[in-house]
């Protein structure tokens, strides 16, 4: 009923938070007290209450603005100022002449010192970069040799936790600096409040936002130099040609798509196919082939499943699948069937059953107010209003109209039309895979072969042609075998 906190700050130093909470805790019937006087039962409390909230922000501000003026202090003097930075470690900066209440020297802060292990893999990747290797590729090695991670010694729970080379860890944003070819630190230029971390309004996100130059602080430090300007140099040429070359392939595709409709899916199945060891896509890895994404852009290390299998093949053998097996005409017509038969049930009348129950939640309402066995009497109330759910929920369940959703089209017609799509490919079929396939298309490897797993709701499009997806019969999972090696064939696929 009462929410107590020692002080109006513990709770929100946001007003726009703190008002919209406070509106809730009201129109709920609950209260906050807190230990310097407000109480929000007591007439009057909005006003101390906002002058509050002010303060609180206004705290919250201050409270960074030292924080950041601190910073700046630290790299002004040349101490380190935080962050994470491949290459490089901190050391403690130690006071000559003051102690401590135990006898140690103070420190005074950390400075960043080159790590000589981590140094030589920048300059290896800069230097594979420079001579034309992928950022790929480049990812592969390293993970193939066992070489750590910029993030393997990082102790988080929330991110990735295998501590693998990927590709978007050596490429970044060069607008950024972002990423280890855009650090430039490398050459001895050191950049400090490069970006400000920024709370998104109405939500708990912090997004980063790019400062000004005129707000940056760069200092250089030769020691702390990896790269020779010599090589930095050959990098950011490479990166200029293939950013040049990447935007004429944008700009030529934009003008063949149709204006706001975004790129679209080149190929039927494109988008679809899953990994079912990563959850990674499975994308064209030289244009032929389907490869799984995570493989490809961080070798073995990142994702064992390393078959591929050619496009022409993908799609050949799952639109036989769909053509023989799900739109199976014996098959439908015995689903429409049962469909019918199952929509043409009667309707329980379970409306005396539900006023008991509406009895019994009252009965236990009021034994709860009045201090009875409170665990117990709670998981009978839950009991109660689940069963009254589960009963009002099939009152509701009335027989549906099948001719207005089917426009008198017969299913047989239907069939052989959306199969005329598929095969005359282009938008058509891809809107008719798209609605099988709503859930993807999980690939797993077995042996040299990649079977294609077909998920549940492969019914739903089926279930859309009657109205009532939740009670249509669901397809079982279809196991269909897709041959990466050369000289096989298909295997058999079956429901």
């Not at 007290?33 to 409390?45: A, F, K, M, N, Q």
């Not at 950011?236 to 706001?260: A, C, F, T, Y």
């Not at 988008?271 to 490869?291: E, M, P």
């Not at 939740?470 to 429901?495: C, K, M, Q, Y």
Request: overall charge positive; glycine content about 10%.
């Amino acid at each position: 009923d009462v929410v107590v906190a020692h002080e109006l700050s513990r709770l929100w130093r946001n007003q726009a938070e703190q008002a919209t909470q406070l509106e809730q805790f009201e129109f709920r019937g609950r209260h906050v007290l807190t230990c310097d006087g407000i109480d929000t039962r007591r007439e009057g409390h909005e006003f101390r209450v906002a002058i509050e909230g002010a303060q609180s922000k206004s705290e919250l501000k201050r409270i960074a603005s030292r924080v950041h003026r601190s910073l700046k202090g630290n790299v002004v003097n040349g101490r380190s100022a935080g962050g994470r930075a491949y290459g490089y470690r901190s050391e403690p900066i130690l006071d000559p002449v003051r102690k401590d209440t135990y006898g140690r020297p103070e420190i005074l802060g950390a400075t960043r010192v080159i790590d000589p292990e981590a140094a030589a893999v920048v300059r290896r990747v800069f230097t594979m970069y420079a001579d034309g290797l992928s950022p790929r590729n480049i990812a592969s090695r390293l993970n193939v040799e066992g070489i750590p991670s910029p993030g393997a010694a990082w102790r988080r729970t929330t991110r990735r936790t295998d501590a693998k080379w990927l590709a978007s860890a050596i490429h970044g944003d060069p607008k950024r600096g972002s990423g280890i070819l855009n650090n430039e630190t490398y050459i001895g230029r050191v950049i400090w409040n490069r970006r400000q971390m920024k709370k998104r309004p109405g939500t708990s996100k912090r997004v980063a936002i790019a400062r000004v130059a005129e707000e940056r602080l760069v200092r250089e430090e030769s020691a702390l130099r990896i790269i020779s300007d010599e090589l930095w140099q050959r990098v950011k040429e490479r990166q200029g040609k293939q950013s040049h070359e990447l935007g004429q392939r944008v700009i030529g595709g934009l003008r063949k798509n149709r204006p706001g409709g975004g790129r679209p899916a080149r190929y039927l199945f494109s988008g679809l196919l899953k990994c079912s060891a990563c959850n990674a896509g499975f994308v064209l890895s030289n244009g032929q082939r389907y490869q799984c994404a995570s493989h490809v852009n961080g070798g073995d290390s990142a994702c064992t499943v390393s078959l591929s299998v050619p496009r022409t093949r993908v799609e050949r053998v799952l639109k036989e699948c769909i053509r023989t097996n799900l739109f199976d005409l014996d098959r439908l017509r015995a689903m429409e069937a049962k469909f019918l038969r199952s929509n043409d049930a009667p309707v329980v009348d379970y409306t005396a059953r539900i006023a008991t129950l509406d009895q019994q939640e009252r009965n236990l309402t009021t034994a709860i107010k009045e201090g009875g066995d409170l665990p117990a009497l709670l998981a009978a109330l839950k009991d109660v209003q689940a069963e009254r759910s589960k009963l009002k929920a099939a009152m509701g369940a009335r027989k549906l109209d099948v001719a207005p959703r089917t426009s008198g089209e017969p299913m047989e017609r239907r069939r052989q039309r959306m199969l005329d799509q598929i095969e005359r490919g282009g938008d058509a079929a891809r809107t008719v895979v798209e609605d099988l396939f709503r859930e993807n298309i999980w690939l797993q490897e077995n042996g040299d072969h990649l079977i294609a797993v077909f998920p549940d709701g492969v019914a739903a499009v089926l279930s859309d042609w009657y109205g009532n997806v939740g009670r249509f019969p669901v397809i079982d999972p279809v196991g269909n075998s897709l041959v990466a090696g050369a000289g096989f064939e298909p295997a058999t696929f079956g429901l």
